[in-house]
C-alpha cells in the first residue's frame, strides 16, 4: 500500500513538472495574433499563415494548362528574429518552386517564438493544395518544436546554459559560399585542371609568378573567378542527390568564423595491356577529402587514401624497380606498397598540410605533400613525380617578387644504406626567387641543397636562413658535407595567346673543361624551352605546348650515393633521371565538363649496361656514384645503352562533380621502348594500354617513365 502511494506520488509530481515545463514555451506570434491567449497563438499562426497563401498565391499557367492536381511541400522556419524562410520546397513544376518563394518572401515578419523567455526558432511544414481551396481545409503542422530537449531541465539553470551554447553553434550555421575559392588551401596540382587558367595567370600586364606549384585560391581568385566557373557548370535539379552529384561537395558547412567540406575520394578504372600476361589492368581507391577553414588566415586540407592497384606490364616492372629494403615495391608517385594478389600492389597514402597567412605579404605551410616550380610539364628544379614527403614551405610576395623557401625531410630506402632495417633520412632546402622583370619578362633564381644526418648533425640549422647561398655553406661545411644544385628559368609573354618558358639546372662545371671542349663529366647541367599557344588557332579554350629538355649525364648524382637528388628511390626533378634528351607535344581541350588531352613524347636515353664485363656508370642512374663513371672526357647524352623512346597519351573525359573534380576518364597509351641491347633496365618493349574510369582528379600520376 505504501508503494502504491509513493508511485502515486511520483506519478502526479511528474505530471505537475511536464507541466510547468509546457508552459516555458512560447509559439510564434504572426501579425493580428498579438491579442490572443498563449493557448490559441498556434490555431491564429496557422489561420493567418493560411489565409495570406490563399490570397496571394497565383496558380502558374502551366499548372493550370495541365488540370494539375496535387500538393505543393513546404518545410519553413520562423527564425530567432521573427524572419519567416523557406528552407525546403518540393512541386511537380519549378514554376509552383519560384510562385512558392515568391509568396514566402512576401510574408510579413513575426515575432519569435520562444523558450523560457529566450528566443529559439521553429520549422513547421505545409502543403499547399493545387488547386487552391479555402484555408480552412489545409492542416499546418509543427514538425520541429525546438532543439532542447524538454525533459532533461532537472536542473534548469545549468542545463538551460548547455542548451543555449549548443544552439548558438546550430544557430551560427549559415549557407556554404564557397569559401574554399578565396581562401589560402592549395589549388589540387593537375596539369589539366591548371590549363583553365593558365591563360588568365599569364595576361600582360599580370603581376602574378606561375612557377612555383600548388598555387593558393587566393593568389589565383585575382585573375580567375572560380565561383563564376562552378555557376557555369551548374546542372541537374534543386533536389539533394542532384546538387550533391553534380554540383556540391558531400558535406559543406559554414559558421560565423569557421567553414569545412568532406568528399569521398574514388579512382576506380580497368583496363587491358596488350603486352602483359594478364587478362586485365585495375586500380581500385577510396578515400576521403576534407577541406576546412578556421577565421581568415587560418586553413587546412587532408586527403587519404587506400588502393590496390595492378596497372600495365612496364608500370608494375618499374614499380619493382624500385623496390626498397626488404623487397617492398614502389608504385611510381605514391609510395611503398606490399604485393597484392596476382601481380598487383597495396598501396596506402596520406596527404596533408596547414596553411597559415600571417600578414597579406607571408603564407606559411606545414605539411606532407608534394612540390613543383617550373612552367612547363616537366620541371628540370623541382617536379611532382615522387612519393609525397614532410614539407615546410614560405611563401613571401611583395613588390616584383615571389620568394619561395621549402625545407624537406626525404627518405633513402635502398637496401645499401639502410641501418638495421630503418631507412636513412635526409635532407634538402631550396630557394626560389621569381622576378617579374618588366610586363613580358620574368626571370627566376633557383639553389637547392641536399645533405644527410652524417656525424648525427640531423636538420642542419646552417639551412634555416632563408636568404643565404647554400652553395656557401656547403662548402663551409665540408667538401661532401651536402650536395648543392644551382637553377634559373625565364618565361617571356609574346603576347597574351604565346609565352615562352625555360629552365636551366647546373650541378657542376669546371671552367678548363668547358674551353677545353672535350665533353668532360664534370659538365653536369641540364636545360629545357618550351612553347605554350592559348587559344590556339582562335579556338576558345585549347592549348598547345611544345617542350625540349635535355640533361647531360650524372647530374643530380653524387661521389657520395647518399647525396643523390632523390626521394624514396624516385628523383625530384625529371623522372628520367639524367643522359637524356626528350621533345613533348601537349594539346589540351576543355568544353564546359568535357575535357581532352593528347600528349606524344619522343626521346632519347643512355642505360647502364651491367651485363658481362661493363658495369659502368654511363651516368643514367642517378643513384650510382661517380666514381665508377665510364669515363672521364668524350661524355655525351645518349651514351651506353642508347634508348630511343616514343609515348602517345590520348584521352578525354566528362567532369561529374565540379566541385570535387570527380570525372569519368578513358585514356590509351601507346608506348615503344626500343634499347640497343636488352637489359634489366632497359627491355625491348612496344604497348598499348587502354583504361576507363572513374576519378577524383587531386593530383598529377605520370605514366611516363
Not at 184 to 191: A, E, G
Not at 357 to 378: E, M, W
Request: aromatic content about 16%; overall charge neutral.
Amino acid at each position: 500500500m505504501k508503494n502504491s502511494f509513493l508511485f502515486l506520488f511520483l506519478c502526479l509530481g511528474f505530471l505537475l513538472s511536464a507541466q510547468e515545463i509546457s508552459n516555458f514555451e512560447k509559439s510564434p506570434i504572426f501579425p493580428g495574433c498579438e491579442s490572443k491567449p498563449i493557448d490559441e497563438l498556434k490555431t491564429c499562426f496557422n489561420t493567418k499563415m493560411n489565409t495570406f497563401i490563399f490570397e496571394e498565391f497565383k496558380v502558374p499557367q502551366v499548372a493550370i494548362d495541365s488540370n494539375y492536381k496535387g500538393e505543393v511541400n513546404v518545410l519553413f522556419e520562423v527564425g530567432k528574429d521573427g524572419e519567416i524562410s523557406i528552407i525546403y520546397v518540393d512541386a511537380v513544376y519549378d514554376e509552383l518552386k519560384i510562385e512558392t518563394q515568391r509568396v514566402f518572401d512576401s510574408l510579413p515578419k513575426a515575432k519569435a517564438g520562444s523558450y523560457n523567455g529566450k528566443p529559439i526558432f521553429f520549422q513547421y511544414s505545409l502543403g499547399i493544395k493545387i488547386p487552391l481551396v479555402n484555408p480552412s481545409e489545409i492542416q499546418t503542422q509543427e514538425v520541429i518544436n525546438n532543439k532542447i530537449d524538454i525533459k532533461a531541465l532537472t536542473e534548469e539553470d545549468l542545463n538551460t546554459d548547455v542548451s543555449s551554447e549548443y544552439e548558438n553553434v546550430n544557430d551560427s550555421i549559415v549557407k556554404y559560399t564557397k569559401k574554399e575559392y578565396s581562401s589560402q588551401l592549395n589549388i589540387p596540382f593537375t596539369h589539366n585542371y591548371y590549363a583553365r587558367f593558365d591563360q588568365q595567370m599569364n595576361g600582360l600586364g599580370t603581376n602574378s609568378h606561375t612557377a612555383a606549384k600548388p598555387f593558393t585560391y587566393d593568389e589565383v581568385s585575382t585573375y580567375y573567378d572560380f565561383k563564376a566557373e562552378k555557376e557555369a557548370l551548374i546542372k541537374g535539379s534543386d533536389s539533394w542527390w542532384s546538387k550533391k552529384l553534380w554540383n556540391e561537395h558531400l558535406v559543406e558547412v559554414q559558421g560565423k568564423d569557421y567553414w569545412f567540406t568532406v568528399d569521398p575520394i574514388f579512382d576506380l578504372q580497368v583496363g587491358k595491356d596488350t603486352e602483359a600476361d594478364f587478362n586485365t589492368t585495375y586500380n581500385n581507391t577510396r578515400g576521403i577529402f576534407i577541406q576546412a577553414g578556421l577565421g581568415k588566415n587560418f586553413n587546412f586540407s587532408t586527403s587519404i587514401y587506400e588502393s590496390q592497384g595492378r596497372f600495365a606490364q612496364y608500370f608494375n616492372q618499374y614499380a619493382e624497380s624500385l623496390q626498397a629494403e626488404g623487397g617492398e615495391p614502389i608504385v611510381p608517385g605514391r609510395g611503398l606498397s606490399k604485393r597484392f594478389k596476382n601481380g598487383g600492389f597495396d598501396y596506402p597514402v596520406a596527404e596533408a598540410y596547414l596553411s597559415y597567412t600571417p600578414a597579406k605579404f607571408l603564407n606559411i605551410q606545414f605539411g606532407h605533400g608534394k612540390n613543383f616550380i617550373g612552367d612547363g610539364y616537366r620541371s628540370l628544379l623541382q617536379s611532382d613525380a615522387t612519393s609525397p614527403y614532410p614539407f615546410l614551405k614560405l611563401n613571401t610576395k611583395f613588390w616584383k617578387i615571389k620568394y619561395t623557401n621549402t625545407w624537406m625531410w626525404l627518405r633513402d630506402v635502398r637496401a645499401e644504406v639502410t641501418e638495421d632495417g630503418a631507412f636513412l633520412t635526409k635532407y634538402m632546402a631550396n630557394h626560389y626567387l621569381s622576378w617579374n622583370v618588366s610586363k613580358r619578362l620574368n626571370v627566376g633564381l633557383f639553389e637547392s641543397v641536399l645533405w644527410a644526418n652524417d656525424n648525427d648533425r640531423g636538420f642542419d640549422i646552417n639551412y634555416l636562413n632563408p636568404v643565404i647561398f647554400y652553395r656557401a655553406i656547403e662548402f663551409s661545411t665540408g667538401q661532401d658535407a651536402g650536395n648543392a644544385i644551382l637553377g634559373a628559368s625565364a618565361k617571356y609573354k609574346w603576347n597574351n595567346k604565346v609565352n615562352i618558358y625555360g629552365q636551366f639546372i647546373l650541378d657542376e662545371f669546371a671552367i678548363n673543361d668547358i674551353t677545353a671542349g672535350n665533353k668532360s663529366w664534370r659538365n653536369k647541367f641540364g636545360y629545357q624551352v618550351g612553347f605554350k599557344y592559348f587559344d590556339a588557332f582562335k579556338i576558345d579554350n585549347l592549348l598547345l605546348q611544345l617542350e625540349y629538355n635535355r640533361v647531360r649525364p650524372y647530374t643530380y648524382s653524387h661521389n657520395s650515393i647518399i647525396l643523390n637528388y632523390a626521394h624514396n628511390n624516385q628523383p625530384m626533378a625529371h623522372l628520367w633521371g639524367a643522359n637524356f634528351s626528350e621533345a613533348i607535344a601537349i594539346g589540351r581541350y576543355n568544353y564546359k565538363r568535357w575535357f581532352a588531352d593528347a600528349k606524344f613524347i619522343f626521346g632519347k636515353r643512355g642505360f647502364d649496361f651491367n651485363e658481362g664485363e661493363d658495369f659502368a656508370n654511363y651516368g643514367s642512374n642517378i643513384f650510382r656514384s661517380e666514381v665508377n663513371r665510364n669515363a672521364n672526357t668524350g661524355v655525351t647524352v645518349g651514351q651506353g645503352n642508347t634508348t630511343n623512346v616514343f609515348q602517345a597519351d590520348l584521352g578525354g573525359g566528362y567532369i561529374i562533380n565540379t566541385a570535387t573534380n570527380l570525372r569519368l576518364f578513358t585514356n590509351i597509351t601507346f608506348r615503344n621502348y626500343n634499347p640497343q641491347a636488352n637489359t634489366a633496365a632497359a627491355l625491348n618493349t612496344s604497348t598499348a594500354w587502354f583504361t576507363v574510369g572513374v576519378r577524383t582528379d587531386l593530383f598529377n600520376w605520370y605514366n611516363d617513365f
